[in-house]
């Protein structure tokens, strides 16, 4: 793994192309200059995009340009570690084939100098989300995948726009009950100590943060709706965040 490493998580690039999606775009693009520039891994928590389903006649519209420049960045030798979220799961094989990408249906866990990581897109993980984790088996079961991707991609874009709540999270930092933050925060630390870990990074609930506790870490991945958030592990094998600023 490359250093220093990029991490970014619940862009939600929306399925349209209007003057603020563009924006956001444009501060993604100038993080991808500034990654050439110095080299290193990025890596995606999961919920890149709003919407992404690839289907038998092919993938959604408006993402050509955030498409073209991964493949840039790829091309910058720069390697692309793909987290899949509950938004953007069903990837067939076309990351890999357009920009490189190493994809990660599941969590993925990775050593840097002798740091043992994990990044997971944390969805599912709440206990009163249980609903969530018995729709979420039936989604991405196979027999399912076979007839959603049968749906030509124009109509499920119609209707990823209509389920989409996405519009509604722009300029209101999300706020997450303290028991749910809590809930996550032993989640984390009691994952960390089980699986030996020295930092869990997760996505999913738009939080943000860096905790360390006995010299290990857990980190909100923030979103990049409103807080454009970069989070990055440096040559020193240091973490930090910020909101990235064009």
């Not at 994809?103 to 989300?129: A, R």
């Amino acid at each position: 793994m490359k250093l220093p490493i990029y991490c970014i998580s619940d862009n939600h690039f929306l399925l349209e192309n209007n003057l603020d999606e563009m924006k956001r775009r444009q501060k993604l693009f100038n993080l991808f200059l500034y990654i050439k520039k110095t080299g290193g891994t990025l890596i995606i928590g999961g919920d890149f995009f709003d919407f992404w389903l690839e289907t038998n006649y092919g993938i959604p519209n408006y993402y050509n340009d955030i498409l073209d420049e991964l493949e840039m960045l790829y091309q910058n030798n720069i390697n692309i570690h793909y987290v899949m979220g509950n938004h953007d799961y069903w990837d067939f094989g076309f990351f890999k084939k357009k920009f490189g990408c190493v994809v990660h249906k599941k969590d993925f866990l990775f050593n840097v100098d002798n740091q043992k990581i994990l990044i997971t897109h944390g969805d599912g993980v709440l206990k009163h989300d249980y609903m969530y984790r018995f729709m979420k088996n039936i989604i991405r079961s196979k027999p399912f995948v076979f007839m959603i991707r049968l749906i030509p991609s124009s109509i499920l874009t119609v209707l990823a726009k209509r389920i989409s709540n996405t519009k509604n999270k722009f300029g209101k930092n999300s706020v997450l009950d303290p028991d749910y933050k809590n809930e996550l925060r032993q989640f984390a630390f009691n994952k960390i100590k089980n699986d030996k870990l020295n930092t869990l990074l997760m996505g999913h609930y738009h939080q943000l943060g860096i905790e360390n506790k006995n010299n290990q870490c857990f980190i909100h991945l923030g979103d990049w709706i409103n807080n454009y958030t970069v989070t990055i592990l440096d040559e020193q094998g240091n973490w930090t965040q910020k909101k990235w600023e064009l």
